[in-house]
């Protein structure tokens, strides 16, 4: 019989983390049939999606209430297919909300669960680690302090890399003189990145304040702006440029915006960590409905909340390596004097791009998706660890 693989990729960046491996996976398990929850990267490969990131992009506390019936109904939908289909394996990714939920399920029907980028317990609710344990047979982690900090509760870890280098490995961009002649942007324009973000909620937050920031930003300066759009938003997500028609605004993709900027403005989450690997100068901005923000404040225990942070931090940085903007500080005039700062003083952006290229090193693995692959197979075909994630003695 074909082998059979449940994938739960709730986010855009899920999709395009867990692709790579279910493209190895495809070519190594003849007639291999995956189902499960994803967008566009899965669905390239032939598999059978329930539901689309698109629908599930659903962030903060109270939008995660107010769609709380949508998501029963999904939760609902996965769990009759899982036991419908009853699946060789399950691969979750990320988006522990709903993955943690899922696991606890496919373990009761004694489905073997692979968790590829573990849930952030280290930053909140330290209390799912018990969880993890209980439900998961492999945890794939793509920070090399994960394995520290999953070892103190006793748990048994393995780093794969993150997939991001992998990802960057493989984007091919002309030369800075090419993409600056191909849009007619003179070699003395300083060129700022607009990264507002992927999910509707960000941009609507953080889109309207960037603008003001930009438009601050030209002054006395010549100053071309590149903005990456999200391919999964329709524009009039962006209406707000409609407003800001005397600004030089250059609609490329996210990697040329990292690329070629010279700092980018960028909404704190994967972005963040992608524009590291570029070593790329950024503000990172983060704003959200205020009650959202309080009680995140409440069991949120970092100090930083762009991954850029967190990284170097992990690696041994004393100081945040790139500045935030959170909330109320995340409005135009803040955003201006960050950005003014960095584009003013040479100096100090080369720092941040070296201290950014040096944070990226720690990062590197051979291929997290080979090994991601290799690990899925071993329980395909049965011959995989069982049991609870516990440290070998």
């Excluded at 493209?23 to 049939?33: D, I, K, M, T």
């Excluded at 988006?95 to 573990?118: D, T």
């Excluded at 953080?206 to 300066?221: C, D, E, S, T, Y």
Aim: proline letters at 4%.
């Amino acid at each position: 019989m074909p082998k059979k693989l449940f994938v739960l990729a709730g986010e855009v960046s899920g999709d395009m983390h867990a692709a790579p491996a279910v493209a190895r996976l495809v070519q190594e398990v003849p007639g291999l049939r995956v189902f499960g929850v994803g967008g566009e990267g899965l669905r390239r490969l032939g598999a059978e999606l329930l539901y689309d990131t698109g629908q599930m992009s659903i962030m903060g506390f109270f939008d995660v209430l107010k769609h709380a019936g949508f998501l029963r109904r999904v939760i609902r939908d996965l769990k009759a297919a899982v036991r419908r289909e009853m699946p060789d394996a399950v691969l979750l990714v990320d988006y522990p909300g709903m993955n943690l939920i899922m696991a606890k399920f496919c373990r009761e029907l004694g489905i073997p669960v692979i968790y590829y980028i573990s849930p952030q317990v280290w930053a909140w609710k330290e209390g799912r680690v018990k969880a993890i344990g209980a439900s998961i047979d492999r945890l794939l982690v793509i920070f090399r302090f994960e394995v520290d900090f999953f070892r103190k509760h006793g748990i048994d870890a393995e780093f794969v890399g993150h997939p991001v280098i992998e990802e960057l490995s493989e984007v091919q961009l002309p030369p800075k003189e090419a993409f600056l002649r191909a849009h007619g942007i003179g070699a003395d324009a300083q060129l700022v990145g607009l990264l507002p973000g992927s999910r509707k909620q960000e941009v609507s937050h953080i889109f309207p304040g960037m603008l003001k920031g930009a438009r601050l930003l030209v002054g006395n300066r010549r100053v071309v702006f590149l903005m990456g759009r999200a391919p999964n938003l329709d524009g009039v997500v962006y209406r707000e440029l409609e407003e800001y028609r005397d600004l030089r605004i250059v609609e490329c993709s996210a990697y040329e915006v990292m690329q070629y900027s010279d700092l980018g403005l960028v909404t704190s989450g994967t972005a963040t960590l992608e524009a590291l690997c570029f070593g790329m100068p950024m503000v990172v901005l983060y704003r959200t409905g205020w009650l959202n923000y309080m009680i995140g404040r409440m069991v949120v225990k970092l100090t930083s909340i762009s991954l850029a942070n967190i990284v170097a931090k992990g690696l041994g940085a004393k100081q945040q390596a790139v500045p935030e903007l959170i909330q109320d500080a995340a409005d135009g005039k803040g955003i201006f004097r960050e950005a003014s700062r960095i584009l003013d003083d040479p100096a100090l952006a080369a720092a941040m791009r070296a201290e950014l290229l040096e944070a990226r090193a720690g990062l590197a693995s051979e291929s997290p998706s080979r090994r991601v692959a290799e690990v899925v197979e071993e329980y395909l075909v049965g011959t995989g660890r069982r049991g609870a994630l516990k440290i070998k003695e």
